[in-house]
């Protein structure tokens, strides 16, 4: 196998993603019993190397994607891929019954990453969120043992909307990438030139286009929050987790009025802990 960036093959703008992930999120996994924490940061790690590889590996990553996921196909044909992320996968695997389809749909949006970098339509960025975003739901009710379809459809609102509140999180990073997640419909609707991405202040027309998605998103989040009715044990608190870091991050977005050029906003722990009594 050829030398697939592992998990130490970390850059500046990796560990800046992860931080400010772990702050949209920072009490879903530390709920939890050692185990199912343990499980779910396998997933997570794998859903990292993927993204790792999308987003900023050099070389050919469209290649390195690919014989990814010929490795990731052996964690359930014989139990023995190569990758040591993967490896650690095989195990979650087994025990929580997880299915292969999720995780290729996490490929599927980083091998779409390398041809497309800008979305036309609202309806086309959220086609690519069923193989960015929602995947990642479904894996976690699975680790839980959760298999309703309501369930599984909820859950599809949620990490989407996570998913476009990240992405309107990191406009001026994507964009310095070459990637613009801000649909051209929205960007044409309210006014908003190409030029207006590059600077370092929000005009007010893209401010008032970042209230319209953060509103948007908000509303999104707010329609899968009937989740945590559907669920029991300790996958209720694991997704109320979730739920508040998604509002807290909205809070942080609503504070900077839009100028999301600046740079990433912060969402604050006490917005965090307060959104977690709403969600319990």
């Known amino acids: 196998m050829a030398a697939i960036p592992g998990p130490d093959a970390l850059t500046r703008d990796r560990e800046l993603r992860r931080q400010r992930h772990a702050e949209n999120f920072p009490v879903a996994l530390r709920l939890l019993p050692r185990r199912l924490r343990a499980d779910l940061v396998a997933v997570y790690e794998v859903a990292r190397v993927i993204d790792d590889l999308g987003d900023r590996s050099p070389g050919n990553r469209t290649a390195l994607l690919a014989e990814l996921s010929r490795d990731l196909a052996r964690v359930w044909e014989d139990g023995r891929p190569e990758h040591p992320v993967l490896r650690a996968l095989v195990p979650v695997v087994r025990a929580r019954g997880l299915d ?6 996490l490929v599927q ?3 779409l990453d390398q ?3 800008r979305y036309a339509t609202y309806a086309e960025l959220r086609g690519y969120c069923t193989l960015s975003a929602e995947p990642i739901g479904r894996i976690v009710l699975a680790v839980f043992g959760v298999s309703d379809p309501a ?3 909820l859950s599809d609102r949620v990490c989407t909307a996570l998913q476009l509140i990240e992405h309107w999180q990191d406009v001026a990073e994507d964009r310095r990438a070459g990637r613009v997640y801000l ?3 929205d960007l044409t609707a309210f006014g908003v030139a190409q030029a207006e991405l590059e600077g370092t202040v929000a005009s007010p027309a893209l401010r008032r286009l970042m ?3 953060v509103t948007r998103a908000a509303e999104l989040l707010d329609s899968g929050a009937p989740l945590l009715g559907l669920l029991r ?3 209720r608190p694991a997704v109320a987790g979730y739920l508040a870091g998604g509002r807290a991050a909205i809070d942080a977005l609503r504070r900077v009025d839009g100028d999301v050029l600046a740079g990433p906003p912060r969402p604050r722990r006490r917005d965090v802990l ?3 009594v709403q969600w319990r």
């Open 100 to 105: 292969r389809e999720p995780f290729e749909r």
């Open 109 to 111: 949006a980083n091998l």
């Open 115 to 117: 041809r497309v970098h």
């Open 151 to 153: 369930a599984a459809r």
């Open 183 to 185: 649909p051209q419909e």
């Open 211 to 213: 209230a319209f998605q």
């Open 233 to 235: 044990g300790w996958a």
């Open 274 to 276: 307060r959104h977690l």
